[in-house]
Each structure stands twice: as C-alpha cells, then as structure tokens.
C-alpha cells in the first residue's frame, strides 16, 4: 500500500511544471498565460537576486491516469543571471496564486525545493545510500526511515565539529566516509555508554555553514 496522496489530506504541494511531462496542460496554460498578461509581477534585480518576471494563471483543470479531476495553478519564472544566460523555472500547486504571494511561492518555495531534492534526495539516490521510489511501499518505511537518519550523521560528520580534519582529509570522500561508516556498524556493537542520553545532552556539535 503506498501512502495518502496529498489531495485526501489536504496537503499543499508545488511540483516542477515541464512541458514534457504534461503536454495538453502545458499548452493550455500557454494559451491562456497569453490572454491573461494581468497576471505577471516583475521585481527588479537586488543584490544577489537578478531581476525576475513571473507569469501565472489560476484555475487549470486537469485529469490524471485514475481518472481523479484536479483544479491546479501554474506559476513560471523567468530570469537573467549576471552572466547574461537566461533561465526559466514553472510549477503547479494547489496554492491560490496571486500578485502578492507569486514571488514567495517560486523563490521560497519551488526553487527551496530544488534545492531540497537537489542536495538532499539527490544524494541519497547517487551518493552511495541507494534511495529507491520502491522504499515507499509499507515493509520498506522502517529501512527509508533509518535511510533518513544516515545523511543526517554524515553531515554532522562533514559539516559538525567532531572531526579536526575535513572528512575530505580524512577518507578521501564522503562515498569512503559511508562505507566506513556501514563497515564500522556491521562489525563493530554500540557499547551503551554510547546510548545514554544523559551523556548525550552535554555534547555540542558546532555546523559549518560556508
């Protein structure tokens, strides 16, 4: 059984919008991004943040393999970096999208979850944890659950200040870090001093952000 979809619990999401993925929608919200140019905010470029134009339009309708009908928005970036290239980002959400929450929705929620899928689901696939979309099934939550905690400790250990080296230093790579770190697990009992969480609260691990 796999989990809720987030429509049964009224849960918001903010999914990537290609043009592949869903084609009639795509041109549909195309056709009607033209005959809405009401619907567009541009903030201009401040410090780091080139200058961004957004386009959105409200009430897509749309029906999935299942059959299920869905009332959606879609929402799109487009921006210039200070080399000249441009880019160009688009979702759909179940958010009301609207002047005064459209640059919010891209910029803090959207591009954030790249980045989250990015740096953190990323590599989980790719870097050595083996994270699989077949973990979401009921008998595979307990591994996924234990398969969250692991990058966990490893950015403690690259990023915290346990170690007086960079890991980097250390094992050559954060792949030879894991697998030390599985070998030390599977060969190697927790003594219980280790557990105590009394013990436990008195330790301090300063991150490094940079």
């Known amino acids: 059984m796999f989990p809720p979809v987030p429509w049964a619990n009224h849960w918001k999401y903010l999914p990537t919008f290609k ?18 140019p009401q619907n567009t905010r541009v903030l201009a470029a401040t410090g780091a943040r080139p200058r961004q134009t957004f386009h959105w ?19 799109e970036c487009r921006e210039r ?9 688009a979702w759909l959400t179940n958010f ?9 929705l891209a910029n803090r929620g959207g591009r954030r979850r790249w980045k989250s899928e990015n740096e ?7 870097g050595g944890f083996n994270l ?10 307990n591994w ?8 966990m400790i490893l950015q403690l250990l690259e990023r915290g200040s346990l170690l007086s080296v960079p890991c980097q230093t250390l094992f050559g790579s954060l792949r030879n870090l894991t697998q030390r770190l599985v070998e030390s697990i599977r060969n190697h009992v927790i003594p219980p001093e280790a557990l105590d969480p009394q013990a436990a609260a008195s330790i301090q691990i300063r991150l490094n952000n940079s």
């Open 120 to 126: 953190g689901f990323n590599n989980q696939k790719n």
């Open 81 to 89: 970096d200070p080399h000249g290239k441009d880019h160009f980002f």
């Open 57 to 75: 339009v409200n009430g897509l309708e749309h029906r999935d393999a299942q059959g299920r009908r869905h009332r959606l928005d879609a929402l």
């Open 144 to 151: 996924d659950r234990c398969l969250q905690i692991a990058p």
């Open 19 to 36: 043009p592949g993925g869903l084609p009639s929608l795509w041109r549909e919200y195309e056709s009607l991004r033209d005959q809405c």
């Open 96 to 104: 009301q999208v609207a002047a005064a929450n459209v640059a919010d």
């Open 132 to 141: 699989e979309h077949a973990y979401s099934i009921t008998h595979y939550k």
